[in-house]
């Protein structure tokens, strides 16, 4: 989740040309980017809902039965 949340917040961060600057949307991207940031580093739970139809996906946990810390 790490990776795909520091992907994310990158690709926002690199594509978005308002991103930066004093306007009204750049306060609510930049909570936005803030809030990814803490989900990222642990402070923030969340739920992470993987839909997979074609059951392509798999996700890897080492500490198997345990959960992943």
Do not use: Q, W
């Amino acid at each position: 989740m790490e990776g795909l949340l520091d992907k994310i917040i990158e690709h926002l961060n690199s594509t978005n040309p308002f991103g930066r600057g004093d306007s009204a949307t750049n306060v609510k991207f930049m909570t936005f980017l803030d809030a990814l940031g803490a989900m990222k580093d642990g402070k923030v739970k969340f739920t992470f809902v993987l839909d997979d139809p074609l059951s392509n996906c798999f996700i890897y946990n080492p500490n198997a039965p345990e959960d992943d810390p």
